[in-house]
């Protein structure tokens, strides 16, 4: 090894071992509500500033910024005199974006899961939280509350579906009714009925999810039941960030189940989810599909992402004869499959 090598690589080491304060990091500013408060503010904001509204101390608080700042999430407004400020990046860790999901990296049940150790990778694991308590993951997370994970997921879901109505508008032309497998309470709908004022929704979720929803927005109903049994009937269906939670044969289940649900002639189910692609070195979102893929591993028996073969495969074998790929600008793709 050539000495620039060696030294690329020590700190690339090091980098590794040290990987995790990074995300550490950006939920304690999370937790402190920073990214709120600079946006709340509506500009820079000097150290004593920042330290009596978010209730914290300068020093610690200093020091946090001089990483995050160092690592392009905040940045200094008018170096050298210390004043804060927002960047495209610190918007997104806002509690109206994807703030809430980061709380959800940094729970233990995430964070230090059974699934991706090399015991469970030698020998299998149950889903990490059955394996806990025998509770249901989604319906009674355990390690965290179940509000803990429903505003991830409501900070997912408007974040996605704020693309699909910018990014593909045409998926909802002609649907006048759509129902949301695993839309637990009805945000992705929310939206989509405000962008398609035409639409009907129905927000589908275990009754244990839907029993601790607020009242839905005009034009939801929500629905409690299970996507194994049956699916209230729609002109479209959407599963989004549902079929990686699952094995192959329970993902093929739920697609028939889904199947029947639409009309044979005019109906479609509308997958919003990841299309792994680990040579496509130019896309910026692969090394997050591939995240998603370890936390799969980690907290599901038989989840995964998957290739768009895979995709194909499950999609043949529930019966569909057609499917396009829409890419919109995020982790997830929308995959529209036609009975
Ligand atoms: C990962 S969350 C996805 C939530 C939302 N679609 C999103 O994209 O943010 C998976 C959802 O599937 C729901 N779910 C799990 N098993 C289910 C079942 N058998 N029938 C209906 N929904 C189910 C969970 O309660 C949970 O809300
Ligand atoms: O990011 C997650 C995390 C979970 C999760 C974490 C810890 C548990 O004990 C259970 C579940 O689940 C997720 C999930 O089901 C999903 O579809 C996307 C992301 C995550």
């Given at each position: 090894m050539v000495l620039d090598e060696e030294v690329r690589a020590r700190a690339e080491a090091w980098s590794n071992a040290f990987g995790y304060i990074k995300s550490t990091a950006v939920v304690c500013a999370v937790e402190l509500e920073l990214p709120d408060i600079l946006e709340n503010h509506g500009g820079p904001m000097s150290l004593s500033q920042l330290s009596a509204a978010a209730n914290c101390p300068a020093e610690p608080l200093y020091r946090l910024m001089r990483f995050l700042i160092f690592h392009g999430i905040f940045k200094k407004a008018q170096p050298p005199s210390v004043y804060y400020a927002q960047t495209p990046l610190s918007r997104f860790f806002a509690s109206d974006k994807l703030g809430a999901f980061m709380l959800l990296q940094s729970t233990p049940a995430?964070?230090?899961?059974?699934?991706?150790?090399?015991?469970?990778?030698?020998?299998?694991?149950?889903?990490?939280?059955r394996s806990v308590n025998g509770a249901d993951p989604w319906g009674n997370p355990a390690g965290f509350g179940m509000q803990v994970f429903t505003?991830?997921?409501?900070?997912?879901?408007?974040?996605?579906?704020?693309?699909?109505?910018?990014?593909?508008?045409?998926?909802?032309?002609?649907?006048?009714?759509?129902?949301?497998?695993?839309?637990?309470?009805?945000?992705?709908?929310?939206?989509?009925?405000?962008?398609?004022?035409?639409?009907?929704?129905?927000?589908?979720?275990?009754?244990?999810?839907?029993?601790?929803?607020?009242?839905?927005?005009?034009?939801?109903?929500?629905?409690?039941?299970?996507?194994?049994?049956?699916?209230?009937?729609?002109?479209?269906?959407?599963?989004?960030?549902?079929l990686h939670d699952w094995g192959d044969q329970d993902c093929i289940e739920i697609l028939k189940k889904c199947k029947e649900a639409i009309p044979a002639g005019t109906?479609?189910?509308?997958?919003?989810?990841?299309?792994?692609?680990?040579?496509?070195?130019?896309?910026?979102?692969?090394?997050?599909?591939?995240?998603?893929?370890?936390?799969?591993?980690?907290?599901?028996?038989?989840?995964?992402?998957?290739?768009?073969?895979?995709?194909?495969?499950?999609?043949?074998?529930?019966g569909f004869t057609t499917f396009k790929v829409k890419n919109i600008d995020t982790v997830e793709s929308v995959i529209e499959a036609f009975p």
């Amino acid at each position: 090894m050539v000495l620039d090598e060696e030294v690329r690589a020590r700190a690339e080491a090091w980098s590794n071992a040290f990987g995790y304060i990074k995300s550490t990091a950006v939920v304690c500013a999370v937790e402190l509500e920073l990214p709120d408060i600079l946006e709340n503010h509506g500009g820079p904001m000097s150290l004593s500033q920042l330290s009596a509204a978010a209730n914290c101390p300068a020093e610690p608080l200093y020091r946090l910024m001089r990483f995050l700042i160092f690592h392009g999430i905040f940045k200094k407004a008018q170096p050298p005199s210390v004043y804060y400020a927002q960047t495209p990046l610190s918007r997104f860790f806002a509690s109206d974006k994807l703030g809430a999901f980061m709380l959800l990296q940094s729970t233990p049940a995430t964070r230090n899961p059974t699934g991706l150790s090399a015991e469970a990778l030698r020998n299998g694991t149950p889903l990490y939280l059955r394996s806990v308590n025998g509770a249901d993951p989604w319906g009674n997370p355990a390690g965290f509350g179940m509000q803990v994970f429903t505003d991830a997921m409501t900070a997912h879901a408007r974040d996605t579906t704020s693309l699909i109505v910018r990014n593909y508008p045409a998926a909802f032309e002609g649907v006048g009714s759509v129902v949301d497998v695993g839309g637990r309470h009805g945000m992705a709908l929310g939206e989509f009925v405000q962008a398609f004022p035409w639409l009907q929704g129905i927000s589908f979720d275990l009754p244990e999810v839907v029993a601790e929803a607020p009242p839905p927005r005009p034009r939801i109903e929500l629905v409690g039941g299970s996507m194994f049994e049956c699916v209230p009937k729609a002109d479209a269906v959407i599963l989004m960030w549902i079929l990686h939670d699952w094995g192959d044969q329970d993902c093929i289940e739920i697609l028939k189940k889904c199947k029947e649900a639409i009309p044979a002639g005019t109906g479609k189910v509308m997958i919003v989810d990841a299309i792994i692609d680990e040579d496509d070195d130019n896309d910026e979102f692969t090394g997050a599909r591939l995240s998603l893929d370890m936390i799969m591993m980690a907290v599901t028996t038989k989840g995964k992402e998957r290739t768009y073969k895979e995709w194909a495969y499950l999609l043949k074998e529930a019966g569909f004869t057609t499917f396009k790929v829409k890419n919109i600008d995020t982790v997830e793709s929308v995959i529209e499959a036609f009975p």
